[in-house]
């Protein structure tokens, strides 16, 4: 029983990390999960991790709905596109 709940906990929290996707070389796009009242910038640590000297933000999305937009999620995603420098 005790696995079963630790395997729970990991998926959750697997869920609510923000994931990233390369666009070219130095350009990176950074999805958000969705957070009660929004984003005021990219996630620092996966900024950080995929541009250890500096980052400055080309673009910020942000919508209702999830990922796809195909659930009923209450809170923003914020889609942000960072460039390396």
Same mark, same amino acid.
């Given at each position: %029983?005790?696995? /079963?709940?630790? $395997?729970? /906990?990991?998926?959750?929290?697997?869920?609510?990390?923000?994931?990233?996707?390369r666009?070219?070389? =130095?350009?990176?796009? #950074?999805?958000? *999960?969705?957070?009660? +009242? +929004?984003?005021? +910038? *990219?996630? @620092? @640590?996966?900024?950080? @991790? $995929?541009? *250890?000297?500096?980052?400055?933000? /080309?673009?910020?999305?942000?919508? =209702?709905?999830? *990922?796809?937009?195909a659930?009923?999620?209450p809170?923003? %995603?914020?889609?942000?596109? #960072? @460039?390396?420098i």
């Amino acid at each position: %029983m005790r696995s /079963l709940s630790l $395997l729970f /906990l990991l998926l959750l929290a697997a869920c609510t990390e923000a994931t990233a996707s390369r666009v070219d070389e =130095k350009t990176f796009r #950074i999805e958000d *999960p969705g957070i009660p +009242g +929004g984003s005021e +910038g *990219p996630n @620092r @640590r996966m900024a950080s @991790r $995929l541009c *250890p000297k500096g980052y400055r933000v /080309l673009d910020s999305e942000s919508h =209702k709905g999830g *990922p796809d937009r195909a659930i009923d999620d209450p809170n923003t %995603m914020t889609v942000w596109t #960072i @460039r390396c420098i």
